[in-house]
């Protein structure tokens, strides 16, 4: 029998975890440990299992005292937070298992983990079973205060992929779920595309492998068994990779959602594609389908082709985007800028394309290679690979643009301040308004939903220096579409913590990259200037030509 204590490491604050907003609804994070719930539901039954997602507890001597092994997963803009949970494993002389995203793609990032375990569990459990079963110590099994030391050893990803049909019912009951503002579902794995920047390809495979219907309704059963009340993400990379078993799942999820009460507003990830299936969008929205994150990355076709996106060059994005939002599906834009062949003009174009859409939460980044992707491999060819990536796009590139860097920086956080004004997200928000489609999922659910306005007139509607555009943008939404109320509010909510975050976090980094960067060039003529100085210039000629 073992005491494994499972990990979440802390994330630092980011768009995506609209930390501001949960202050305002006396929630901790936005989306749940999923992967580490998964896994849990996958380890032999006689283990004791203990989850700690930083994001929401902390991580105590004692929780480290009970346990026999440490698991821990995250992403790469987690690794901070995974370096204390390696530095506290190795403090108690607890051995260490890493896996998920980052250590599958870059195990050398875990040097003092004692199990990294690549790609996914499924089908190979007994793997991982057994690498913690046999763990020992070398030698005598003491290090030089007497701490065990490990062996290390690298467990590779296997070269098929696990069938999903068997996957169990994730662990949910190990969460603290009141704390969290969604659930998460994964319904299928790989993606049928093959972007040059994307790793989800290079891990789970371009074959789009799903779970069944009942497993889906099963694990929706599970939520609403546990008395969980907020939405539902499903975290799939491409929602729609497998259409021909996405369009058997829809109906049923539909007819749960009516023989329950309709409990549960779903989101996910899609790509632009959907767009040109009617069918496919009405069922999505019956099923309770709101929301769906696009990555739309540009709106030019010479970088959607140089990085092989070949499927959003069949409909024009603003096309698409207005598509979605009038078949009932918000959306949510994943923007990218710093393509081999972006100019200077980009910048206007992509604030263009965005700010006449009715995207309220545009998501842009500088473009990162992230290790393991032809992007990474390409740019390793032509030795411009800098370093690996931080985890966010926020910073400088990890590898050498294309573009002169400081037009690419200044670009960059005039684009991010220009989208991230009040102005301009609550004119997004209005534009949505205008042209959204029936939202079956619209309505006020109980006290929570009330107690969530309350706090937005309190807090948005009072005191934040943006209350003339909430009350417009609740006006308008109660005269043209009163359907979208709630929806208002939610993005009052939201758009707080949007432009706090951009004002106070990404343009002041962008400044420091600026600022970095300013510093690497002046190091570089100085170094550059006094080997010229040392050619002297012959009698009777220029030191300017002669330098020249």
């Given at each position: 029998?073992?005491?494994?204590?499972?990990?979440?490491?802390?994330?630092?604050?980011?768009y995506?975890?609209?930390?501001?907003?949960?202050?305002?609804?006396?929630?901790r994070?936005?989306?749940?440990?999923?992967?580490?719930?998964?896994?849990?539901?996958?380890?032999?039954?006689?283990?004791?299992?203990?989850?700690?997602?930083l994001?929401?507890?902390?991580?105590?001597?004692?929780?480290l005292?009970w346990?026999?092994?440490?698991?821990?997963?995250g992403?790469?803009?987690?690794?901070d937070?995974?370096?204390?949970?390696?530095?506290?494993?190795?403090?108690?002389?607890?051995?260490?298992?890493?896996?998920?995203?980052?250590a599958t793609?870059?195990p050398?990032l875990?040097?003092?983990?004692?199990?990294v375990?690549q790609?996914?569990v499924e089908?190979?459990?007994?793997?991982?079973?057994?690498?913690v079963?046999?763990?020992?110590?070398?030698?005598?099994?003491?290090?030089?205060?007497?701490i065990?030391?490990?062996?290390?050893?690298?467990?590779?990803m296997?070269?098929?992929?696990p069938?999903?049909?068997?996957?169990?019912?994730?662990?949910?009951?190990?969460?603290?779920?009141?704390?969290?503002t969604?659930?998460?579902?994964?319904?299928?794995?790989?993606?049928?595309?093959n972007c040059?920047?994307?790793?989800?390809?290079?891990?789970?495979?371009?074959?789009?492998?799903?779970?069944?219907?009942?497993?889906?309704?099963?694990e929706?059963d599970?939520?609403?068994?546990?008395?969980?009340?907020?939405?539902?993400?499903?975290?799939?990379?491409?929602?729609?990779?497998n259409k021909?078993e996405?369009?058997?799942l829809l109906?049923?999820?539909?007819?749960?959602?009516?023989?329950h009460?309709?409990?549960?507003?779903?989101?996910?990830?899609?790509?632009?594609?959907?767009?040109?299936?009617?069918?496919l969008?009405?069922?999505?929205?019956?099923a309770g389908?709101?929301?769906?994150f696009?990555?739309?990355?540009?709106?030019?076709?010479?970088?959607?082709?140089?990085?092989?996106k070949?499927?959003?060059?069949?409909?024009?994005?603003?096309?698409?985007?207005?598509?979605?939002?009038?078949?009932?599906?918000?959306?949510?834009g994943?923007f990218?800028?710093?393509?081999?062949?972006?100019?200077?003009?980009?910048?206007?174009?992509?604030?263009a394309l965005?700010?006449?859409?009715?995207?309220?939460?545009?998501?842009?980044?500088l473009l990162?290679?992230?290790?393991?992707?032809?992007?990474?491999?390409?740019?390793?060819?032509?030795?411009?690979?800098?370093?690996r990536?931080?985890g966010?796009q926020?910073?400088?590139?990890?590898?050498?643009?294309?573009?002169?860097?400081?037009?690419?920086?200044?670009?960059?956080?005039?684009l991010?301040?220009?989208?991230y004004?009040?102005?301009?997200?609550y004119?997004?928000?209005?534009?949505?308004?205008?042209?959204?489609?029936?939202?079956?999922?619209?309505g006020?659910?109980?006290?929570?939903?009330i107690?969530?306005?309350?706090?937005?007139?309190?807090h948005?509607?009072?005191?934040?220096?943006?209350?003339?555009?909430?009350?417009?943008?609740?006006l308008?939404?109660?005269t043209?579409?009163?359907?979208?109320?709630?929806?208002?509010?939610?993005?009052?909510?939201?758009g707080?913590h949007?432009?706090?975050?951009?004002?106070?976090?990404?343009?002041?980094?962008?400044?420091?990259?600026?600022?970095?960067?300013?510093q690497?060039r002046?190091v570089?003529e100085?170094t550059?200037?006094?080997?010229?100085?040392t050619?002297?210039p012959?009698?009777?000629?220029?030191?300017?030509?002669?330098?020249?």
């Amino acid at each position: 029998m073992k005491n494994v204590l499972l990990v979440y490491p802390r994330f630092p604050i980011t768009y995506w975890g609209f930390q501001d907003a949960l202050k305002l609804v006396n929630k901790r994070a936005s989306l749940p440990p999923l992967g580490l719930v998964t896994l849990a539901a996958c380890l032999p039954e006689q283990w004791n299992l203990r989850l700690v997602d930083l994001n929401v507890s902390d991580l105590s001597d004692d929780d480290l005292s009970w346990c026999d092994v440490v698991f821990l997963t995250g992403m790469m803009v987690q690794m901070d937070s995974m370096r204390e949970v390696t530095a506290r494993a190795q403090a108690a002389a607890r051995p260490l298992v890493v896996g998920g995203p980052t250590a599958t793609t870059d195990p050398d990032l875990f040097p003092d983990a004692d199990l990294v375990f690549q790609g996914e569990v499924e089908g190979r459990i007994h793997q991982l079973v057994q690498g913690v079963e046999t763990m020992r110590a070398p030698g005598n099994g003491s290090g030089s205060m007497g701490i065990p030391v490990f062996e290390r050893r690298v467990v590779p990803m296997g070269e098929s992929k696990p069938d999903l049909s068997d996957v169990p019912v994730p662990r949910y009951d190990l969460l603290q779920l009141h704390l969290y503002t969604s659930m998460s579902i994964q319904y299928s794995r790989g993606c049928p595309f093959n972007c040059e920047f994307c790793d989800i390809i290079e891990i789970f495979g371009r074959v789009c492998r799903v779970k069944t219907s009942d497993q889906i309704l099963a694990e929706l059963d599970a939520l609403r068994d546990l008395g969980f009340d907020g939405s539902v993400f499903l975290v799939d990379d491409n929602f729609i990779g497998n259409k021909r078993e996405v369009v058997k799942l829809l109906p049923r999820m539909a007819a749960w959602q009516d023989a329950h009460g309709r409990p549960y507003e779903l989101y996910t990830e899609a790509s632009i594609n959907l767009a040109s299936d009617p069918a496919l969008m009405e069922s999505m929205v019956q099923a309770g389908f709101s929301t769906v994150f696009v990555g739309i990355e540009t709106p030019s076709k010479i970088a959607l082709t140089e990085a092989g996106k070949g499927q959003n060059l069949r409909i024009e994005p603003a096309e698409a985007i207005a598509t979605m939002t009038r078949a009932g599906l918000e959306v949510m834009g994943g923007f990218i800028v710093g393509f081999d062949s972006d100019g200077p003009e980009i910048f206007e174009a992509q604030r263009a394309l965005i700010q006449s859409s009715p995207i309220s939460l545009a998501m842009v980044g500088l473009l990162m290679a992230l290790p393991g992707t032809r992007l990474w491999r390409r740019l390793e060819r032509e030795k411009r690979i800098r370093g690996r990536p931080g985890g966010d796009q926020f910073e400088r590139c990890n590898f050498t643009p294309a573009m002169d860097e400081e037009a690419l920086l200044r670009g960059y956080q005039g684009l991010m301040a220009d989208l991230y004004s009040a102005e301009a997200y609550y004119e997004r928000c209005e534009a949505y308004v205008a042209q959204v489609g029936p939202i079956p999922m619209s309505g006020w659910r109980g006290f929570e939903d009330i107690r969530y306005f309350l706090k937005a007139v309190l807090h948005i509607g009072v005191q934040s220096p943006r209350r003339l555009r909430f009350w417009r943008l609740l006006l308008r939404s109660l005269t043209a579409a009163p359907h979208t109320v709630k929806w208002a509010v939610v993005k009052a909510l939201q758009g707080e913590h949007m432009i706090r975050y951009t004002a106070d976090h990404v343009l002041p980094r962008l400044d420091r990259a600026l600022e970095d960067l300013a510093q690497e060039r002046r190091v570089a003529e100085a170094t550059r200037r006094p080997e010229l100085s040392t050619q002297r210039p012959r009698p009777g000629t220029s030191p300017v030509l002669e330098i020249a």
